[in-house]
């Protein structure tokens, strides 16, 4: 997470030279779904890629909201996670 961001709460995916934003679309508490916006100084992630990404968002939804949470509203440190490993289908 950058400590200039903003809502709604998203996350930067890059592959290569390419980049996209995923919103979270957040209902009750829970993540409804996802939306794809293209930065526009990159371009954005090929299909495949976006589908990993997205599965990835799903599996990781609550650890993204809960650490959005701590560092934007609460104000508490987060720690970095480095992702090195593909969610299982």
Excluded at 18 to 43: A, C, M, P, Q, W
Excluded at 70 to 81: G, I, N, R, S
Aim: proline share 4%.
């Amino acid at each position: 997470m950058f400590s200039n961001e903003h809502s709604p709460i998203h996350v930067h995916v890059r592959y290569g030279s390419y980049e996209s934003v995923i919103e979270l679309i957040i209902r009750d508490g829970k993540l409804e779904g996802v939306v794809f916006r293209k930065l526009s100084n990159k371009r954005a992630l090929p299909p495949a890629q976006q589908r990993e990404a997205e599965q990835f968002v799903r599996a990781k939804g609550k650890d993204i909201m809960r650490k959005w949470n701590d560092y934007f509203v609460l104000h508490k440190q987060v720690a970095p996670e480095r992702i090195t490993k593909r969610i299982n289908r």
